[in-house]
């Protein structure tokens, strides 16, 4: 399987360390962290929610089970989910059964602003640890602004430090390939920018806002 995701957990459990491309995250505490990534896209909220939701056509295939990425679907509606196939391989003596694997299962969908699930994605599957994947959507001059944050935590055998920078490469990773399938917005195609920086706080919600007003401050948050 082409899982880079399951061969980081597999250095990671080994004790070896891992040089993620992008090392930065929001904040981590002594069992989670938060990641949190942008991009600029050259689509109206209504283009990139329809985007978004086929992750087929976007999500890198090195971070699925069966390698391919054209077998990931997402249902997007409360109890729905991120799932995908995992092809039996047939032979002359007859056919496989097909496979299957829960990435997330979705807990809010509000069409062109918020699709929220949770889940524990690539080697955080098999740890009691769980995490919240928040995509936020945001229309702006020229486009839409996609804030991507991933908030994780509970118990895992996992050094902090070491996961945190794995799972935050991969999510920029995921978030450059919706990028790319709708079109960068201007010239700049690098890679997403993290929201992360050494003195920045998390934006403050207060637990009786209203969706709107927490939609606001995640999408004002960079």
Sequence with gaps: ??????????????GVATSPATAEVVST?????????????AAEPLAVWLALIKPAEWWNSEHTWSGDAANMILTPQAGGCLCETIPGDDSEEGFAMDGSAHHATVVQAFPLRVLRLRGGLGPLQGEPAT?????????????????????VGGPMRYEIAGIAGAVDDVMSQQLAGL???????????SAPTSDAAPDKTEPQIAPEATLEEQIDALGDSE
């Design 29 to 41: 505490s002594g069992d989670g962290f938060v990641t949190r990534a942008t991009a600029e896209v």
């Design 1 to 14: 399987m082409a899982n880079r995701f399951f061969l980081a957990a597999a250095l990671l459990l080994g």
């Design 179 to 189: 990028r790319d399938r709708l079109g960068a917005l201007g010239a700049a195609a």
């Design 131 to 151: 995490g919240i994947l928040t995509v936020t959507l945001k229309e702006i001059d020229g486009g839409t602004r996609i804030l991507w944050e991933y908030n």
